[in-house]
């Protein structure tokens, strides 16, 4: 039902900003809410950020709080800008669309299919 691509992802050093986006292809609303994920290599899927566009209530993992913030300025968009970037952030990340506000990977139903940053010291 809904199509997700990823975009802004590249390489930046410790301390810089990077702002991705993501693009879906139709609005449902049974699935108003989107997430933010990240995968590093060996590492399990973690959720990072998310937000349900009818209420604009959003959620943090706590090793992003302050640094990240998640937006979704229309139906169709979502954007994570990501502030004083550390090495542990460099990861795939992914967004999705569920049905209700949290950070688990299982509440979520449509994926991307990611984009990469990476942050060098």
């Known amino acids: 039902q809904v199509q997700l691509v990823e975009s802004g992802g590249g390489s930046v050093q410790t301390g810089g900003s990077l702002r991705l986006s993501c693009v879906a292809s139709r609005y449902v609303y049974r699935y108003d809410c989107m997430g933010w994920f990240r995968q590093a290599p060996g590492k399990e899927r973690e959720g990072v950020a998310a937000?349900?566009?009818?209420?604009?209530?959003r959620t943090y993992a706590d090793s992003v709080k302050g640094r990240f913030t998640i937006s979704q300025p229309n139906v169709n968009t979502l954007n994570l800008q990501m502030n004083t970037l550390k090495a542990e952030d460099t990861a795939v990340y992914y967004c999705?669309?569920?049905?209700?506000?949290?950070?688990?990977?299982?509440?979520?139903?449509?994926w991307g299919q990611g984009t990469q940053v990476t942050v060098s010291s």
């Open positions: 937000i349900c566009f009818g209420s604009q209530m």
């Open positions: 999705a669309a569920g049905s209700r506000l949290t950070l688990l990977v299982g509440g979520y139903d449509y």
